[in-house]
C-alpha cells in the first residue's frame, strides 16, 4: 500500500505521532482547565479587575496612562536597586564610599594653612589700596 512516495511504514508512523500529538494536546488542555477550575475562574480576583478596567481600561488615554506610568515605575525601582547593589558590592572602592580622611597628611595641612594665609593677605592688601 503506497500513499504518494511514502510506504506503509512511514505512514503508520506518521499517523501515531499525529495521534500523540493529539493526546498530548488533549491532556494539556484538560490539565489548565482542571487548574483554572481549581482556582476559580481568574487568578486575580473580578472585583480588582473590575475596578481596573473602570479606572484604566475604557479609555485609551487611561490605558495608555496607565502603561507610561507602570513603566516609569519600574524603571525608577530597578535603577534604585540596581544601584543600591552596586553600591553595597563595591562599598569603599567608588569615589564616593572611601573615606578620604584616611588619605590625608600632615604635609596637605600644612600646604592647606599656608594657602589660606596667602589668600588672606592678598584680601588684606586689596582693601589698603
Do not use: Q
Request: hydrophobic share 35%; proline share 2%; net charge negative.
Amino acid at each position: 500500500w503506497r500513499l504518494g512516495n511514502r510506504d506503509t511504514s512511514t505512514c503508520r508512523a506518521a499517523m501515531m505521532f499525529a495521534a500523540a500529538a493529539r493526546n498530548g494536546i488533549r491532556r494539556t488542555t484538560i490539565l489548565t482547565t482542571r487548574r483554572h477550575a481549581s482556582i476559580g475562574k481568574y487568578p486575580v480576583p473580578e472585583e480588582a479587575l473590575s475596578v481596573w478596567y473602570n479606572m484604566f481600561g475604557k479609555s485609551t488615554a487611561a490605558y495608555g496612562a496607565w502603561i507610561v506610568i507602570g513603566v516609569l515605575a519600574t524603571e525608577t525601582f530597578t535603577g534604585w536597586l540596581s544601584t543600591s547593589l552596586w553600591t553595597s558590592a563595591n562599598y569603599g572602592k567608588t569615589f564616593d564610599t572611601v573615606d578620604w580622611s584616611k588619605f590625608k597628611t600632615e604635609d596637605e595641612d600644612e600646604d592647606e594653612e599656608d594657602e589660606d594665609e596667602e589668600e588672606e593677605e592678598e584680601d588684606e592688601d586689596d582693601e589698603d589700596e
